[in-house]
């Protein structure tokens, strides 16, 4: 009667243990192994797959924002050093042309001093003949002006 009388048969008290109480945990335990099983698994699952799909996704981002950083510093440097090399080729064709129009300035000088030179010798020469002869057609002319008019 003892077990009768604890177990259900009670009078009720604050806290009294009978079998209720454990007809209520074993239903808790049962329900809880039933909904973890049946539905929160499929959907941990679900939610795993998802997570290393994200994180291999991620991997590979991260792989392939690493690798085109490395692609676009080797293309940079390699922009720099084209941009630096045809700055001092541009720097030497202009010293070159520089040069070059220098010299042929001080060749097209030169040979035009010598033109210069050589007209102006051929004038003086030109000159001095025609004052010389000046002289004489003056006096030719001016004695057939004065025997013309003295006539």
């Known amino acids: 009667m003892n077990f009768l009388q604890t177990f259900l048969l009670n009078e ?25 099983f049946f539905f929160i698994s499929p959907i941990s699952k679900q939610l795993d797959e998802r997570a290393e799909f994200i994180n291999t996704a991620l991997r590979k981002s991260a792989l392939f924002i690493t690798f085109g950083y490395e692609r676009l510093t080797i293309c940079i440097g390699l922009l720099t050093s084209e941009i630096s090399e045809m700055t001092r080729q ?20 030169k040979q035009n001093g010598k033109i210069l030179s050589k007209l102006k010798g051929d004038l003086s020469i030109k000159s001095a003949y025609l004052f010389s002869n000046l002289t004489s057609e003056l006096t030719t002319i001016s004695n057939t002006f004065f025997s013309k008019k003295f006539k």
Not at 13 to 29: K, N, Q, R, S
Not at 99 to 108: A, H
């Open 12 to 36: 009720s008290g604050l806290f009294d243990f009978d079998l209720t109480f454990v007809a209520e945990t074993i239903e808790f335990i049962f329900l809880a192994i039933i909904v973890t």
């Open 90 to 109: 541009v720097k030497l064709v202009k010293n070159y042309s520089n040069e070059n129009f220098e010299n042929e300035v001080l060749s097209v000088q």
